[in-house]
């Protein structure tokens, strides 16, 4: 059961909700909010159900109400287990934020972590973990890696790609569900949680884990769940040994400068703003492509794969 579906607590407002819903998927958004608004002067104080309302009303093209909907998600929930702060961004409400709320993308994939191979592999055609390993195989020749320190290691879709070329394989992600299927797979060798929007120290990256450990850091399909990157850099810089490398990929911003929120509730970068991270961080690029990375609601998503090369 995700966070939206949880009870207000009282059945007329559940039900209520209930006939909003079926309204909104019959496409009738403004009597989905209608009956909504309904359930919420019953449950005024269900932070769930406040976010729902301020879909229907965004669908219904009221996005003034949308965002009040949202304030009051915010007021209800601080810690935005919605992500209701990133909603409001995109109506234009509020700045974007430079990072989503952790607590967010935490319970996003503690959800999706069950059918996540599925989804994601076989009816989004997510192909970075295959594209990321052939990169760093044409610049090494297929050579191993003494520690390889995998960001975000979600299910362990990139580890099941470098493992036999790999003597140490660990892996990090913000999600215990996520983990516990990489565990699983049995194909790591250390796995722990870690969150990649704090500070290095806090992160859980380090800790009695020593630095300038891994000739290979890997960040597949991560950092489009951030989106002021420069603290990755940092990690990865902390991480990597002389000669390391670090294997990464980003939503390509296509055009735009910095990075920027999309619909989708990810983040994309710009290759100019990568370029700026690896030069600030003593990075030498050696890699670049240019790639479909998945696909969204039948689009294709379009992505960059990189390569960066701590010198010696």
Same mark, same amino acid.
């Given at each position: ?19 909003? #819903? ?30 729902? !309302? ?68 076989? #009816? ?60 699983? #797979? ?42 002021? !990157? ?79 090369? #701590?010198?010696?």
């Amino acid at each position: 059961m995700t966070f939206n579906q949880l009870s207000s607590g009282d059945l007329i407002a559940d039900r209520r909700a209930d006939y909003a #819903k079926m309204l909104a998927e019959a496409g009738d958004a403004p009597g989905a909010a209608e009956l909504m608004a309904q359930a919420l002067e019953l449950a005024p104080d269900w932070a769930a159900g406040w976010f729902r !309302l301020a879909d229907y009303e965004e669908k219904s093209g009221r996005i003034e109400a949308a965002v009040d909907a949202l304030r009051n998600t915010l007021r209800l929930n601080p810690e935005d287990i919605f992500g209701a702060s990133l909603k409001l961004a995109l109506l234009g409400a509020t700045e974007t934020p430079e990072q989503p709320p952790s607590v967010y993308v935490e319970r996003l994939f503690d959800d999706y972590a069950e059918r996540f191979d599925h989804a994601l592999v076989e #009816k989004l055609g997510y192909s970075v973990p295959e594209k990321l390993a052939a990169v760093i195989g044409r610049v090494n020749g297929g050579g191993r890696f003494r520690h390889v320190t995998d960001l975000g290691c979600g299910t362990g879709l990139f580890g099941e790609r470098i493992r036999d070329r790999a003597d140490f394989l660990e892996g990090f992600d913000l999600s215990a569900n996520m983990l516990a299927k990489a565990e699983a #797979k049995g194909v790591y060798d250390r796995l722990a949680q870690a969150d990649l929007s704090l500070a290095p120290e806090d992160s859980g990256v380090f800790g009695a884990l020593e630095q300038r450990r891994a000739d290979l850091v890997s960040a597949a399909d991560v950092l489009m769940y951030l989106g002021n !990157l420069e603290g990755v850099f940092v990690i990865a810089d902390r991480l990597l040994a002389p000669g390391g490398l670090f294997a990464f990929s980003v939503e390509d911003a296509c055009g735009a400068d910095g990075f920027v929120l999309r619909p989708s509730l990810r983040y994309a970068h710009s290759e100019a703003y990568i370029a700026s991270l690896c030069e600030e961080s003593g990075l030498s690029m050696i890699a670049t492509e240019r790639t479909i990375i998945r696909r969204d609601a039948g689009e294709p998503v379009a992505g960059i794969l990189f390569l960066a090369c #701590k010198p010696a």
